[in-house]
């Protein structure tokens, strides 16, 4: 039995590795897609594109937007004394946000009045909009506050005002760097999308060209096929979360404060799921156009509902309880409690049983559906 496995994964292994354009599909594409994820995708809002509209022309009003510059979050790409032009530059998407500081500013600060400025945001990217509300807002209060009295009388107003300060603290990422959070999700995704696209393409490739049914003549048993037709997979696989994690955390500067070891034992039971998605879709398929569609028929449904992109608790309940078959959701929290909390098997242990038990019947219902087409 064990021989014929082992001639089984030499033939595989073979297969796959003597093609160059196979070679960098497996070992290339996880790279550049880590690079390009770890680049692109991010939810950091910094350097907002502002126009300014400065009416009044005063030393107070030119030191407000001297602090909104000087924040790193607004970059002033604009500036005029026409305040329609904001209008006209959040119309051509050339600002998401227009400052207005009307005359009088500064006569109103010295006389004690309030004086108002006025922002407008491009809200057609909700989060970047609400982010620059939120980001003007503060400038704005820290500005009014420096500038109501000397500094002995603000600290005197503030400790009256504000009998209970707040003190915030970000555990496990301080710098809120969105890059820590979505690095090891793509390592995930990576995984699924590799282990499942080799797995179905293979088996269904060699139905395709013929040489599924010289296989069936020989003494070699179903489950021997199955084993040597996904274990060289599974190798491949953790071949990449090693290449993976190590570009993420020497690259990306990603901590990794949990043990590898138990990274690389939650991605065994997570490529459980995924090699027998890939032996079941094999199993539906008569080409390798009709595998590669219903690879990513699955691929992009399990992205989106695994938390991935968007929190799982701001799905529909419907969604949310679909999400619990979803292997990628489990391995999500596996591995980025791993990378960033250091969190050990006594916290992720209900993660690990489920992808456990979802790889068994996964892994049970394809083979057994994969021994009927072949009897």
Known sequence: MWERIYRMLVKEFIQVLRDPRMKALIFVMPVIQL??????????????????CDLDKSPQSRVLIERFTASGYFTVVDSTDRPERLGELLDR????????????????????????????????????????MDYAQRITQAFSKARAAPIELTQLAQEQANPIELRS??????????????????????????????????????????TME?????????LELILG????????????????TFIGVNWFD????????????????????????????????????????????????????????????????PAQWITYLNPLRYFLVIIRD?????SGLEILWPQFAALAVLGTALLLISSLRFKKRMI
Do not use: C
Not at 260 to 289: D, N, P, R, V
């Open 214 to 222: 010289q296989l069936m003549v020989t003494p070699i048993r179903p």
């Open 35 to 52: 690079i390009m994820f770890g680049y692109a995708v991010t939810t950091d809002v910094d350097h907002i594109k502002t126009a300014v």
């Open 229 to 244: 037709k996904t274990l060289p997979f599974v190798l491949i696989s953790f071949i990449d979360v090693l290449v993976v």
């Open 338 to 342: 791993i990378f960033l909390k250091g």
């Open 93 to 132: 998407s050339k600002a998401t946000i227009g400052i207005q500081i009307n005359r009088g500013f500064a006569d109103d600060l010295r006389s004690g009045r309030q004086a108002a400025i006025q922002t407008i945001v491009d809200g057609t990217d909700s989060n970047t909009g609400t982010v620059a």
């Open 169 to 210: 603290r970000a555990w496990f990422n301080p710098d809120l760097k969105s890059r820590y959070y979505n690095v090891p999700g793509v390592i995930a995704v990576v995984l699924l999308l590799i282990s499942l696209l080799l797995t179905a393409m293979a088996i269904v490739r060699e139905r395709e060209i013929g």
């Open 254 to 317: 990603v901590p990794i404060h949990g043990s590898l070891w138990l990274l690389l034992f939650g991605a065994g039971l997570y490529l459980m799921s995924t090699i027998g998605i890939g032996l079941f879709i094999s199993t539906i398929s008569q080409t390798q156009q009709q595998a590669l569609m219903s690879s990513f028929f699955f691929y992009l449904p399990a992205v989106l509902l695994s938390g991935f992109m968007f929190p799982i608790s701001n799905m529909p309940e």
